[in-house]
């Protein structure tokens, strides 16, 4: 079936650096949406995109818009608050309206 | 700013009793949707309810059904618990089926001894 391949599975970072993270998509997707779930388990909406970039302050995220097969999500000068799980999900474009998530990347912003 | 409430949050229970969570949204939305998070914190969409219309995941359990008296709620059954039905049990809403952005709640953890 459809599959969404999130890397990496956990990342540390130390305050103040940059990195990605990336979600390859096993088919065409229609769109894609970025949530971080924080301590308490609450999965916060990043991003929404069903093509091109979008950005919220030291967060950016893009679907590669050709062949809508994969995206990616920038975190800038990273910060403590920063910690928690990213998850990736796509809506497939065969009609299925459902999303696949990834399986998350466990993100630890050090001092 | 939460606008889809869970309770219980937690819910500790024995193997064969009966629980039921309940999930309410206040953003107007015309789909709301139950997901099972697993200890390994993947994430499986296990039923959508949309305009009266149910949409199940045909890998889930019958023992398990969701219950709506309106679309600002979706509240979900386990009727009889297992084992492995220990989990987070995310809801969540989105404006309709498809192409939208989804808003969880905080989930409800459950524990089966």
């Known amino acids: 079936g459809d599959q969404v391949e999130q890397s990496p599975s956990a990342l540390s970072l130390h305050e103040g650096t940059d990195s990605a993270l990336r979600c390859n998509f096993t088919t065409t997707m229609r769109s894609v949406q970025w949530f971080r779930q924080n301590s308490r388990g609450s999965l916060i909406s990043l991003f929404y995109?069903?093509?091109?970039t979008k950005e919220n302050g030291r967060l950016k995220s893009a679907f590669d818009s050709k062949e809508r097969r994969y995206s990616t999500l920038h975190i800038r000068d990273a910060q403590l608050e920063d910690s928690g799980t990213y998850f990736c999900a796509a809506e497939a474009s065969s009609g299925s309206w459902q999303l696949i998530f990834g399986s998350g990347t466990q993100l630890t912003v050090m001092p | 700013e939460t606008a889809v409430f869970q309770t219980p949050n937690y819910h500790v229970t024995q193997v064969g009793n009966e629980v039921s969570f309940n999930c309410k949204q206040t953003?107007?939305?015309?789909?709301m949707y139950w997901y099972k998070q697993d200890s390994k914190k993947l994430l499986k969409i296990m039923f959508s309810y949309n305009n009266k219309q149910l949409i199940v995941n045909e890998t889930v359990p019958r023992r398990f059904s969701p219950q709506s008296s309106d679309k600002a709620h979706l509240n979900l059954r386990i009727k009889s618990v297992e084992p492995e039905d220990s989990a987070v049990y995310l809801c969540?809403?989105?404006?309709?089926?498809?192409?939208?952005?989804?808003?969880f709640g905080a989930g409800t953890r459950l524990s089966v001894l």
């Open positions: 953003l107007g939305h015309d789909t």
């Open positions: 995109l069903a093509s091109g």
């Open positions: 969540a809403s989105s404006l309709g089926l498809g192409l939208n952005t989804l808003y």
